[in-house]
C-alpha cells in the first residue's frame, strides 16, 4: 500500500533553513501531483508548494522566493528546501500526492494520499 512518510523537520532560529523530504513505499509512474502543505495549531491546512508530473511547481505567496520544491524520482523522495525560515513559518507540514492527475493545486481536498507530518518551528 502507498504511503508517504515526511522528515527533516525540526527547530531553527528565524533566517535558517531546513530541508524537508517525503518518501512514498510506491510511486505511480505517469500522471500525477505532489504537494506540501502545512498546519499551525487553530489554522487551516494551507498549501505552500506543489509539483507535477510535468516539473510544473506552483507556491503559495507566502513563500515565493524562499522555498524550493523538487523531486527526485529514481529515489521516490519529494523536497521542500525552506530557506529564509519566519516564525510565522512554525507549522507541522505534509507531504501529499495525487495520482493519475497533473496538477499544481495548493486545495488540499484535491489530494488523496498523505503523510503524518514533520514539525517545523522557527524561533525570533
Known amino acids: 500500500q502507498a504511503q508517504l512518510v515526511e522528515s527533516g523537520g525540526g527547530s531553527v532560529q528565524a533566517g535558517g533553513s531546513l530541508r524537508l523530504s517525503c518518501t512514498t513505499t510506491?510511486?505511480?509512474?505517469?500522471?500525477?501531483?505532489l504537494a506540501w502543505f502545512r498546519q499551525a495549531p487553530g489554522k487551516e491546512r494551507e498549501g505552500v508548494a506543489a509539483?507535477?508530473?510535468?516539473?510544473?511547481?506552483n507556491f503559495a505567496a507566502s513563500v515565493k522566493g524562499r522555498f524550493t520544491i523538487s523531486q527526485d524520482n529514481a529515489k521516490n523522495m519529494l523536497y521542500l528546501q525552506m530557506n529564509g525560515l519566519k516564525p510565522e513559518d512554525t507549522a507541522m507540514y505534509y507531504c501529499?500526492?495525487?495520482?493519475?492527475?497533473?496538477?499544481?493545486?495548493?486545495?488540499?481536498?484535491?489530494?488523496?494520499?498523505w503523510g503524518r507530518g514533520t514539525q517545523v518551528t522557527v524561533s525570533s
Open positions: 501529499a500526492s495525487l495520482v493519475g492527475v497533473i496538477s499544481t493545486s495548493l486545495r488540499a481536498y484535491d489530494y488523496i494520499l
Open positions: 510506491r510511486y505511480t509512474k505517469g500522471a500525477y501531483s
Open positions: 509539483i507535477d508530473s510535468l516539473g510544473r511547481t
